[in-house]
């Protein structure tokens, strides 16, 4: 967490980070109160989305509401809100950026031997059915 997020004398951590149930490719934002998890976004596999989330401080019930939009070098642009007012916007880095970066050299390159797999089997059935 870069600042300290404060709503209704709480402390508010906004955490982010790669999961391992999508092969780290996918990252969770997680809502965190006073040491209490509130909201988590689960680590689906969207470009964008909102979540919401109902619990009790203090005695009342509030519902937060946690919207993100597309990781761009392992950070996600999110805003917060509780009861429909804003409490923190802000690029939310993940705490295992290299795990996701592995991944992803990992992917890229069985993507890459794949193609080239296919593109040689095929070009030698080419030529085998031509010749």
């Known amino acids: 967490m870069t600042e300290l997020?404060?709503?209704k004398?709480?402390?508010v951590d906004l955490r982010a980070k790669f999961v391992p149930q999508r092969f780290w490719l996918a990252g969770s934002i997680y809502v965190v109160i006073?040491?209490?998890t509130i909201l988590s976004t689960g680590g689906q596999l969207k470009f964008k989305g909102v979540e919401f989330s109902r619990f009790t401080y203090l005695g009342s019930l509030y519902q937060a509401k946690l919207a993100w939009g597309p990781m761009i070098f392992a950070a996600f642009p999110c805003s917060l809100s509780i009861n429909g007012e804003p409490v923190a916007q802000r690029r939310l880095k993940a705490d295992n950026p290299v795990a996701h970066l592995l991944a992803l050299?990992?992917?890229l390159i069985l993507c890459a031997g794949l193609g080239y797999v296919l593109g040689t089997s095929l070009g030698y059935l080419i030529y085998f059915f031509t010749h």
């Open 5 to 7: 997020i404060r709503w």
């Open 9 to 11: 004398d709480a402390v």
């Open 34 to 36: 006073n040491g209490k």
């Open 105 to 107: 050299a990992v992917f």
